[in-house]
């Protein structure tokens, strides 16, 4: 059985679907089960994992653990990792960051700090571990969203910004793949995954735009507006300043090489971005 955390997520509904295609029981945690909306095969679990309440017991006969920090940010990862040694659950895999490099840089921004705090605390865990390293995700777009279907346009403090985003299924079968692995193959392997091309900003809304049959026009903003309106419970006002400033630098500059790790973890290539606007269509709609 296998423990899935931010399961009514990006990552994590595809990744519910893909266990329980492949005959897995998983136990999906949430904070509200009645609105889950997920496969009645499903344990569906509730679970705010921010509250002071004992983690033990969620994780209790579990064969690996899925570890996403959406779902209630750094403190209650350092929690769950504990739970699950505690629990004896073998395996971890942790939905990371590309951001981390291993390098005195993770210390400068908030994105590489926070996932490369919680890939130590793994490390020193002693629990077997998987690394997902992703970035740029595909799902950023989603912030288009509201106003793609309200005024047909896109408010981007950088439309050249450049990224090779990732769909939110191919993370979901890397992850599966690492959760299944009875080889161990991926057990201690950090994988580093994007997208199949790197592509624009504005080259992203074009493909939305194609696959909503309507023209979508991008208007650009200032940082700081941008910044206020990315900022929420689980990224304060710096770090969104923060973030929004690292897109920036890769306006016209060299950004993250596309890795091939995608199609040599799950054995199929990494969808393009056309596929993943036809996939939420209905969200720009
Ligand atoms: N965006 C990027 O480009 C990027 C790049 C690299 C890494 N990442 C990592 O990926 C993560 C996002 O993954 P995602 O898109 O799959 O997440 P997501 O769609 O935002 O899903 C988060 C889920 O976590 C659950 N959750 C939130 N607070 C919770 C709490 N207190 N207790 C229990 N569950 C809680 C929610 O489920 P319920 O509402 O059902 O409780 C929600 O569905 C980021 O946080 C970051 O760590 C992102």
């Known amino acids: 059985m296998i423990v899935v955390t931010g399961a009514t997520g990006n990552i994590g509904r ?27 095969r499903t344990e569906v679990v509730r679970a705010d994992l921010t509250a002071d309440t004992d983690l033990v017991p969620l994780l209790g006969g579990a064969d690996a653990l899925f570890l996403n920090l959406a779902a209630g940010g750094g403190e209650s990862a350092q929690r769950l990792i504990d739970a699950a040694v505690e629990a004896k659950v073998p395996r971890l895999v942790l939905n990371s960051s590309l951001g981390v490099t291993d390098t005195p840089d993770d210390e400068t921004n908030f994105i590489s700090r926070s996932h490369a705090a919680v ?15 992703g970035g740029n995700y595909a799902t950023n777009a989603l912030g288009w969203a509201p106003t793609v279907r309200r005024d047909g346009v896109v408010r981007d403090p950088h439309p050249g910004a450049q990224g ?3 769909h939110e299924a191919d993370l979901a079968d890397a992850a599966a793949v690492a959760l299944l692995d009875r080889a161990g193959t991926h057990v201690h392997q950090v994988h ?12 992203q809304v074009a493909a939305i735009a194609e696959a909503i049959g309507r023209p979508v026009r991008i208007e650009q903003i200032p940082e700081d507006e941008a910044a206020e309106a990315m900022a929420g419970p689980h990224l304060p006002l710096a770090a969104a300043r923060e973030l929004i400033g690292l897109f920036g630098r890769t306006v016209d500059a060299p950004v993250f090489p596309v890795t091939d790790t995608v199609a040599r973890v799950t054995g199929h290539p990494a969808r393009p971005f056309a596929q993943w606007a036809r996939d939420h269509a209905a969200d720009f709609s």
């Open 192 to 203: 580093r995954l994007t997208g199949p091309e790197v592509l624009t900003n504005a080259q």
């Open 14 to 40: 595809s990744l519910v679907g893909r266990l329980l295609e492949e005959g897995v029981p998983v136990r999906a945690l949430t904070r509200d089960p009645a609105r889950a909306g997920l496969p009645v």
């Open 119 to 133: 890939e130590r605390a793994v490390r020193a865990s002693g629990l077997e571990w998987t690394f997902l390293r």
């Open 164 to 166: 090779a985003p990732i």
